[in-house]
């Protein structure tokens, strides 16, 4: 086992190759005796789900499993989940896996003690219930490196109907304890390594360029991307040689969940136009959200680049570039060839057809309001113009 260190920003988080195996102390040390592990349908039957499982039996726990999430997570999904914490009469939530299951687990945390629906609790809704009573205890387990939803404080799901996405919002869902295990990212296909990397590119350059005083975010934001520019290209190149346990890469899948986890720390500061694009591209065309924010990245940072062009030398300096605006777009451009990002929309899927609904839903989306460029309905026009390419 290599060497585990601890750091708590904001959340205790246990880090280190095998960190996993730690979890029944730490349930333990947060008084948990019957916790409920809420993961994924396919991650619930890999190895990696299949072990974690096994720990749980084997200790002096009484636990039980919920594993009906996959997809983009929707409200029922929670009420099932939600259905077995208390079936279970559970006292902690051990949360493995994606986003999705994340996010599913912090609701399923948040509306133990709650009543009502999980809609009452949506950030903005103006009857909205107060958070008053207890939320058990999270332990929130990483299995892609993207999202960083295991130091945030929101979680999102979708309406079974609408699709329409609402955000629950609370300092009290950060979960208690993080352990990131870069042997649980090993499996993860290129594809996805790629598209996920992509994500907390995206959260970290946005984070970095929102106006406003946050030297913190800034500082994480630009180590972050420089973790990226060490690391993920050498992810998704050991993932499609299939190599698996070695030191090198370990190595480097610990540099992506790390790199991602402080995504999700920096954008506590805001986000921007690309993540409005993304969210936009995952309504309409149901495409995987980092892959959308791979493939608008170069066209969006373009859009803020005159605004921003002393950020951008400095990012460039992170990413081992030339120190100019150019040679970040250059380093980013060549990144994305190298792990197979499309070049354009069209290459995804999208279609022309589309068009009218990816402006309309991306000039209702919040993200873009923090751009540190205004972004217009014709500014959106013809990013995603340019995006689908010819
Ligand atoms: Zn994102």
Same mark, same amino acid.
């Given at each position: 086992?290599?060497?585990?260190?601890?750091?708590?920003?904001?959340?205790?988080?246990?880090?280190?190759?095998?960190?996993?195996?730690?979890?029944?102390?730490?349930?333990?040390?947060?008084?948990?005796?019957?916790?409920?592990?809420?993961?994924?349908?396919?991650?619930?039957?890999?190895?990696?789900?299949?072990?974690?499982?096994?720990?749980?039996?084997?200790?002096?726990?009484?636990?039980?499993?919920?594993?009906?999430?996959?997809?983009?997570?929707?409200?029922?999904?929670?009420?099932?989940?939600?259905?077995?914490?208390?079936?279970?009469?559970?006292?902690?939530?051990?949360?493995?896996?994606?986003?999705?299951?994340?996010?599913?687990?912090?609701?399923?945390?948040?509306?133990?003690?709650?009543?009502?629906?999980?809609?009452?609790?949506?950030?903005?809704?103006?009857?909205?219930?107060?958070?008053?009573?207890?939320?058990?205890?999270?332990?929130?387990?990483?299995?892609?490196? &993207?999202?960083?939803? !295991?130091?945030?404080? $929101?979680?999102?799901?979708?309406?079974? @109907? =609408?699709?329409?996405? *609402?955000?629950? %919002?609370?300092?009290?869902?950060?979960?208690?304890?993080?352990?990131?295990?870069?042997?649980?990212?090993?499996?993860?296909?290129?594809?996805?390594?790629?598209?996920?990397?992509?994500?907390?590119?995206?959260?970290?350059?946005?984070?970095?360029?929102?106006?406003?005083?946050?030297?913190?975010?800034?500082?994480?934001?630009?180590?972050?991307?420089?973790?990226?520019?060490?690391?993920?290209?050498?992810?998704?190149?050991?993932?499609?040689?299939?190599? &698996?346990?070695?030191? !090198?890469?370990?190595? $480097?899948?610990?540099?992506?969940?790390? @790199? =991602?986890?402080?995504? *999700?720390?920096? %954008?506590?500061?805001?986000?921007?136009?690309?993540?409005?694009?993304?969210?936009?591209?995952?309504?309409?065309?149901?495409?995987?959200?980092?892959?959308?924010?791979?493939?608008?990245?170069?066209?969006?940072?373009?859009?803020?680049?005159?605004?921003?062009?002393?950020?951008?030398?400095?990012?460039?300096?992170?990413?081992?570039?030339?120190?100019?605006?150019?040679?970040?777009?250059?380093?980013?451009?060549?990144?994305?060839?190298?792990?197979?990002?499309?070049?354009?929309?069209?290459?995804?899927?999208?279609?022309?057809?589309?068009?009218?609904?990816?402006?309309?839903? *991306?000039?209702?989306?919040?993200?873009?309001?923090?751009?540190?460029?205004?972004?217009?309905?014709?500014?959106?026009?013809?990013?995603?113009?340019?995006?689908?390419?010819?």
């Amino acid at each position: 086992m290599s060497d585990i260190t601890q750091f708590n920003y904001p959340t205790p988080i246990r880090f280190g190759a095998g960190v996993v195996s730690e979890l029944p102390q730490q349930l333990e040390t947060l008084g948990s005796k019957r916790p409920l592990l809420v993961t994924d349908k396919i991650l619930a039957q890999l190895p990696i789900g299949l072990a974690l499982r096994e720990t749980l039996e084997q200790s002096a726990f009484e636990s039980a499993v919920f594993s009906e999430i996959w997809g983009n997570p929707v409200i029922s999904q929670v009420e099932q989940g939600l259905a077995a914490f208390r079936e279970h009469q559970a006292d902690a939530i051990v949360a493995m896996g994606g986003g999705a299951s994340l996010d599913v687990a912090k609701i399923i945390a948040l509306m133990a003690h709650h009543p009502g629906s999980v809609l009452d609790y949506e950030d903005g809704n103006p009857n909205q219930k107060p958070v008053e009573n207890l939320i058990p205890p999270i332990i929130a387990i990483p299995t892609t490196a &993207g999202t960083g939803s !295991e130091v945030g404080r $929101a979680a999102v799901v979708s309406d079974d @109907a =609408s699709h329409r996405k *609402a955000i629950l %919002f609370h300092p009290r869902l950060l979960p208690a304890m993080v352990l990131l295990d870069p042997e649980l990212t090993l499996g993860l296909p290129a594809g996805v390594t790629a598209a996920t990397g992509m994500d907390a590119l995206s959260h970290l350059s946005e984070a970095f360029l929102v106006d406003g005083y946050h030297p913190m975010a800034d500082g994480i934001s630009l180590e972050g991307i420089r973790l990226i520019s060490k690391s993920l290209k050498a992810c998704v190149d050991f993932s499609a040689a299939g190599t &698996g346990n070695t030191a !090198e890469h370990i190595e $480097a899948r610990g540099l992506m969940l790390t @790199a =991602s986890m402080m995504g *999700a720390v920096a %954008f506590q500061k805001g986000l921007g136009v690309t993540h409005s694009c993304a969210h936009s591209l995952s309504t309409v065309c149901d495409l995987h959200h980092g892959l959308a924010n791979g493939i608008m990245l170069p066209f969006t940072l373009g859009f803020n680049r005159a605004a921003c062009n002393e950020k951008f030398a400095r990012m460039s300096v992170a990413a081992g570039a030339d120190g100019t605006a150019q040679g970040f777009f250059d380093w980013l451009n060549d990144l994305r060839t190298a792990i197979g990002i499309p070049s354009n929309l069209r290459e995804a899927g999208v279609e022309p057809g589309h068009f009218e609904d990816l402006v309309a839903f *991306a000039l209702k989306d919040s993200c873009h309001l923090e751009n540190p460029v205004p972004v217009s309905e014709a500014d959106f026009r013809s990013l995603f113009k340019d995006a689908l390419g010819s």
